[in-house]
T-cell receptor, first 115, second 113 residues
Framework: AQTVTQSQPEMSVQEAETVTLSCTYD???????LFWYKQPPSRQMILVIR??????QNATENRFSVNFQKAAKSFSLKISDSQLGDTAMYFC????????????FGEGTQLTVNP | KAGVTQTPRYLIKTRGQQVTLSCSPI?????VSWYQQTPGQGLQFLFE???????NKGNFPGRFSGRQFSNSRSEMNVSTLELGDSALYLC????????????FGNGTRLTVT
């Protein structure tokens, strides 16, 4: 069965610092897609970044970047220059290519950015 | 482009009743999927509809059902409500291609008393 594990339930970082959130996953499929979503107190799930498993190059979106290690089944998120607005629950998730829109989520990491 | 719209935002129901939640996807998106979020179980996939057909289904009892209309709007129904059905229900839409990004609505908070 496919699973996603986020081993850090809570993390905190000072404003302007860099923080890395960890994620490991398990799948027997070769073709899949990985995501990081953030969920602020407003409850809306917001896409942060997307990675295609067949691409070796790590995805980046402005201050957000990933370290994708396919052999290790690891997919960590790095947030640079942390801002107060980054405070949220962060979820790692993946979709297998044959699973339509069936996202499997991790348990989440609550990130707090302190002024 | 308007985002994913879920109505209502909040619902309070009594055990044994039934409830219908609505989701309007982003214009042009043909896939709508539903997720249940609870503190204990986290985020769990309920089902996905694509072009009015159920394409995927999670491990939920038959009390949970859904449908999709020709305009891609979707409804989710829960019958014979139980206390454990109290949750945030999230709807997401996508274009429907493999690995496509899902765009979520603000969710419906259901409380069963």
């Amino acid at each position: 069965a496919q699973t996603v594990t986020q081993s850090q339930p809570e993390m905190s970082v000072q404003e302007a610092e860099t923080v890395t959130l960890s994620c490991t996953y398990d799948t027997s499929e070769n073709n899949y897609y990985l995501f990081w979503y953030k969920q602020p107190p407003s409850r809306q799930m917001i896409l942060v970044i997307r990675q295609e498993a067949y691409k070796q190059q790590n995805a980046t979106e402005n201050r957000f970047s990933v370290n994708f290690q396919k052999a290790a089944k690891s997919f960590s998120l790095k947030i640079s220059d942390s801002q107060l607005g980054d405070t949220a629950m962060y979820f790692c998730a993946f979709i297998e290519e044959t699973s339509g829109s069936r996202l499997t989520f991790g348990e989440g990491t609550q990130l707090t950015v302190n002024p | 482009k308007a985002g994913v719209t879920q109505t209502p935002r909040y619902l309070i129901k009594t055990r044994g009743q039934q409830v219908t939640l609505s989701c309007s996807p982003i214009s042009g998106h043909r896939s709508v999927s539903w997720y249940q979020q609870t503190p204990g179980q986290g985020l769990q996939f309920l089902f996905e509809y694509f072009s009015e057909t159920q394409r995927n289904k999670g491990n939920f009892p038959g009390r949970f059902s859904g449908r999709q209309f020709s305009n891609s709007r979707s409804e989710m129904n829960v019958s014979t409500l139980e206390l454990g059905d109290s949750a945030l229900y999230l709807c997401a839409s996508s274009a429907g291609q493999p690995g496509g990004s899902l765009h979520f609505g603000n969710g419906t908070r259901l409380t069963v008393t």
